[in-house]
């Protein structure tokens, strides 16, 4: 899948172009099924934690990749776990104060639908209460990531 974003560069180059995404790896655990669904009398409370990796391959290319785990929880008992790593092969043409900000906003602000899909497919075809991932804000993972990242460093 090919995607384009963003005004062409100087020379035509996209700014932002997505050459494939892929689900690098996918898991759905129901430890306690299927005793669990007799237990089940309204939403599961869902605990969703989200990472952004970034891998520079060649040149212009990186690998920019979801990391999600969702778990549900049943009458504080382990519902389910979903664990996703949502990848995207993309080539960056900003200028070189922009690259960082565009792989970790961007580039996953684009990927992200996609993702949402896949998660949403894995849990109705898993046989569990359906699930719409609400939109991320990354610019604020990308701003928290920064001050940890400067905690650290002092």
Do not use: W
Not at 33 to 53: G, H, L, R, W, Y
Not at 109 to 114: A, D, E, K
């Amino acid at each position: 899948m090919s995607e384009t974003s963003q005004k062409p560069q100087e020379g035509g180059q996209p700014a932002i172009q997505i050459h494939n995404q892929y689900i690098k790896d996918l898991s759905l655990e129901i430890p306690h099924a299927p005793e669990i669904f007799k237990n089940i009398k309204s939403q599961p409370a869902m605990k969703i934690d989200v990472d952004i990796n970034v891998r520079p391959l060649e040149n212009a290319f990186y690998n920019v990749e979801l990391n999600f785990r969702i778990d549900g929880d049943v009458e504080e008992q382990k519902f389910f776990i979903v664990e996703m790593s949502y990848c995207g092969v993309v080539e960056i043409h900003v200028p070189e104060e922009h690259i960082q900000p565009v792989l970790m906003i961007e580039v996953p602000h684009m990927l992200f639908p996609y993702a949402r899909q896949a998660v949403s497919n894995v849990m109705f075809n898993g046989g569990l209460p359906p699930i719409m991932l609400n939109p991320i804000d990354f610019v604020a993972l990308y701003k928290a990531r920064a001050q940890a990242e400067t905690a650290t460093k002092n």
